[in-house]
């Protein structure tokens, strides 16, 4: 499992804080040249978590200054999506040639190839999230293209909120995540991020939703030992948008993505039930696309009551007798 680290320019003498910081922020985050107030302490922690290509992290710092560094030696890699929420302090960032002001509670998205320099011009707390755009949605991606102003997520703002809440959770329990446990967390917040954050649509007739979850129910259905199988791959593949596909759950009594859980679940169980062959608990978890064996175990005996391993007892008894 990837472990959280932990740093922190506490300790340091005046004088190598800040230069400390510039070294460690470029692993981080991306190559910026910084800039920091003259005859001010410098003070930044920073907890933080990779797992292959991502980056989740959560910074409490002072005032300091940045500006991309266009060295094409220095600024290598594919290009990233960014996502950001300012807790704390105030935050602007030149983004194409617009300054967006973060106050306490907004967010932004951000593309690299779109970022030029940023001012904390107060000591703030943020949370952030860094991934490759090759590997997020496309309604995520086209908001961070379109971004022109910092989007308030404080109480009161619905699903913004909500996908806020999401990703507080998933930096207060970066300790206690498995991987498998961190990228599903991950996908659902942007899966609920892309939903908050896209351009209004009409919900589709009832005749229209009827003839989506139709396919969508089938699509999953063949793919339910697909393990990167969500919200987000489903709309992909159907050429729809995660929010019309939240939209066409809307009066179901459930969402998309639990549906999904729901179905591997019950086949889960059958497969248990019939306690024969040599396959393991863990075997027919992964093979219906659970990558963590003790999540798996928790969420089968919340929607059954009963643990994976009784079933199969249970099973294997009943092929003896």
Known sequence: MSGTGVWSTDGLPQTLAPVAWGRKMPELHLPWTLTFPEQERFRALVRYRRLDELT???????RYAGRRNDDPLASGGPPQIGVLIN???TLV???RDTDLVLGSHDLVVWDSDLAHAFDAVEPHHELSLLLPRDRLPQGIVDVAARMSGPVPVGAGTGLAAIAADQLRAIVRELDHLSDAGLA?????FFD??????APAAKAPSAGARTALLKRVRQYVEDH???????????AEALDISVR???LAFADTGTTAGRWIRERRLRVCYRELALGSGDWTVTDVAFRWGFNDAAHFSRVFKQAFGVTPSSVVARGR???AD
């Open 224 to 234: 339910l030992d697909d393990p990167e199988l969500s919200a987000s791959s489903v």
């Open 87 to 89: 807790l704390s302090g």
């Open 184 to 188: 599903i967390a991950c996908q659902n």
């Open 244 to 246: 019309t596909l939240h």
């Open 192 to 197: 609920t991020l892309d939903s908050a954050l």
């Open 56 to 62: 989740v992290a959560e910074f409490k710092g002072g």
């Open 93 to 95: 960032c030149r983004y």
């Open 317 to 319: 008894r009943a092929t």
